[in-house]
């Protein structure tokens, strides 16, 4: 669960995030390779299953990634216990809320509820659908208060709730990210050092989104794709994220690249293999 201690670094990693999050999806130059199926559609080809083993896709993977997020951004391994977070934390984004940190003022969270309503229409959250178009861009929370929050727990104990989660966080940010990392040649490290950027600064147009990021670092090095080494280009990827990160105060904590990705890629650690040991924000973790 939340550590109180380190909400300020944890929390404000939402500051940069565009106000378009839909601009991830839609707007970035990916490559035409089918986003992750949800729920009905048909299973995919055996060759697509045996692909995604290779990378941040793998279900062992992806659970690592999700606890290195969750370290950064709940001080805490246990990202299944995030569903029901829910906090202002003073960032300018209104709420932020769930396993990724959805924002009632940039889109995500809006987005999420809408899924979840489509599905399970009697929700405790569907009321709050007019409030939450109403506050989108702002971190107004006229007309969530009082009830939102409770309201955002007892959904939480829903398991459609869930997997809404689960979903929207695999739209917007995991897939994405993955999607670019295999276009680029690069291996499970790499496709979590794009996850871990999406996550912080989101995936618009401006200086320091996930885009602006990695065009600085092709300004630098050639990706696997383009026939460069790719650990030469995930250290000119980390030095750009660096930067960007620097450009907010909230972000001077650069620990999470650091003491982190950076440790793993010094180590060659390039499939992003157990056991792991880094540290974010001076606490230290392990996966064995």
């Known amino acids: 669960m939340h550590h109180p201690h380190i909400s300020t670094p944890r929390r404000t990693d939402r500051i940069t995030r565009t106000v378009g999050l839909a601009a991830l999806a839609l707007g970035l130059a990916f490559t035409a390779i089918p986003a992750t199926a949800h729920a009905g559609d048909p299973a995919p080809p055996a060759a697509h299953l045996e692909a995604a083993a290779t990378g941040l896709d793998d279900p062992a993977k992806k ?30 984004r209104g709420y932020t809320a769930g396993i990724i940190g959805f924002c009632s003022g940039t889109g ?31 971190d107004s929370h006229e007309g969530l208060d009082p009830g939102f929050t409770a309201a955002w727990a007892e959904a939480a104990s ?21 999607r670019q990392g295999t276009a680029d040649g690069l291996g499970t490290l790499g496709q979590f050092a794009y ?3 999406i996550v912080m600064h989101g995936g618009g147009s401006d200086a320091t989104s996930f885009g602006s990021i990695r065009q600085r670092a092709l300004a630098v090095a050639s990706p696997p794709a383009q026939g460069g080494d790719e650990t030469a280009y995930l250290d000119a990827f980390l030095d750009a994220r660096v930067w960007a990160m620097e450009q907010e105060e909230a972000h001077s904590d650069t620990s999470r690249v650091d003491t982190a990705q950076r440790v793993f890629l010094r180590n060659g650690n390039l499939n992003l293999d157990p056991p792991l040991d880094w540290k974010v924000y001076g606490d230290s973790f392990h996966i064995g």
């Not at 391994?77 to 202002?88: M, P, R, T």
């Open 63 to 92: 659970d690592i990634a999700m606890q290195l997020v969750s370290s950064a951004e709940n001080s805490s391994l246990d990202w299944k216990a995030q569903y029901g977070y829910i906090e202002d934390i003073g960032d300018g």
């Open 108 to 138: 995500d969270m809006l987005d999420l509820v809408e899924l979840y309503t489509e599905r399970n229409p009697g929700n405790a959250l569907a009321s709050y659908l007019p409030a939450l178009r109403q506050v989108d861009g702002t």
């Open 158 to 178: 829903d398991p459609a709730f869930e997997q809404a989660q689960n979903d929207e966080r695999d739209r917007v940010y995991f897939d994405p990210a993955v």
């Open 195 to 197: 996850y871990d950027a």
